[in-house]
């Protein structure tokens, strides 16, 4: 059974940062691909950054320049460091693991960003 845990969110004003991480077990981590997707209510889910099991990184172009994503495959974790954080980017995070096995998502994590 493949689960994702989303931590490092919260409130935090603008200018600021938070890195949020996606904790996964199991064993395919390091073939999946991961992203970080954000949802804000009555919206739909939107990629904001994902990583390839090779290191490739594609991002949303309202996070360019402000948000990394990374990845360590000893510890099963995924990151996403936010830079620069608008009250845009307020949202609800969420993690997610695609491979040939199939996807898998996280509960999310709440980012509020203050003006």
């Known amino acids: 059974q493949v689960q994702l845990v989303e931590s490092g969110g919260g409130l935090v004003q603008a200018g600021g940062s938070l890195r949020l991480s996606c904790a996964v077990s199991?064993?395919?981590?390091?073939?999946?691909?991961m992203g970080w997707y954000r949802q804000t209510p009555g919206k739909q889910r939107d990629l904001v950054a994902d990583i390839t099991s090779g290191g490739s990184t594609r991002y949303a172009d309202s996070v360019k320049g402000r948000f990394t994503i990374s990845r360590d495959n000893a510890k099963n974790t995924v990151y996403l460091q936010m830079n620069s954080l608008k009250p845009e980017d307020t949202a609800v995070y969420y993690c997610?693991?695609?491979?040939?096995?199939?996807?898998?998502w996280g509960q999310g994590t709440q980012v509020t960003v203050s003006s």
């Open positions: 997610r693991q695609s491979s040939y096995y199939g996807d898998y």
């Open positions: 199991g064993s395919i981590f390091s073939i999946a691909r």
